[in-house]
């Protein structure tokens, strides 16, 4: 999902900050490519990602922000499965993405629950869902988090997380440029 304003940071293209020698975009397609088959780019704006090897979606809704990005995703062919990733978390790892899609077995979807709530992009969800997220946008209700009270979601706990790695790191996203500056000096 590479469909945010970026206002914090002066519109500059988060998925494009260099982390670790690489930029963002092609650490996440890396590792998504390990666990998902197509990968592909839902945003605004397709053009931002001409030169990458991968197919571009333009929100199916404009305006809806992540809730329009989500249900773009789910319209796009392919498995039952759509692993949904924001495009600022730099150390997502195969083998939790992996565990998201085996926790979301008879649900609509599973997410990661940290203490500040769920994360509705760092997730994956079900196309079965497409026609509760269609009628969200349609009804104006475009807060994703919120997508707990009309679908059935399985939540990933941060113990579950920690399987997987350090959950600073694995859930690391930057948000702002203290943020980026954090991760470019050991942080995470």
């Known amino acids: 999902m590479a469909g945010g304003r970026a206002r914090r940071f002066a519109g500059q293209d988060k998925s494009r900050l260099v982390v670790e020698g690489r930029t963002i975009i092609v650490r996440q397609v890396e590792v998504l490519q390990r666990v998902a088959h197509p990968v592909f780019v ?110 059935n979601m399985a939540e990933m706990s941060l113990a579950d997380v920690a399987t997987y790695g350090p959950p600073e790191r694995l859930l690391a996203n930057l948000n702002s440029p203290d943020d980026y500056a954090r991760v470019q000096y050991g942080g995470s």
């Open 42 to 151: 839902v945003g605004h704006d397709p053009g931002r990602f001409a030169d990458l090897p991968l197919p571009v979606y333009a929100d199916v809704v404009t305006g809806a922000g992540v809730m329009g990005g989500i249900y773009t995703a789910l319209t796009v062919d392919g498995p039952d499965t759509v692993i949904v990733v924001g495009c600022d978390m730099p150390f997502l790892e195969s083998g939790l993405l992996q565990g998201l899609v085996e926790l979301s077995a008879g649900h609509d979807g599973a997410w990661v629950r940290t203490p500040r709530g769920v994360d509705p992009l760092l997730a994956c969800y079900r196309r079965h869902a497409a026609p509760i997220l269609r009628g969200e946008i349609d009804a104006g209700r475009l807060k994703a988090t919120d997508l707990r009270s009309v679908l």
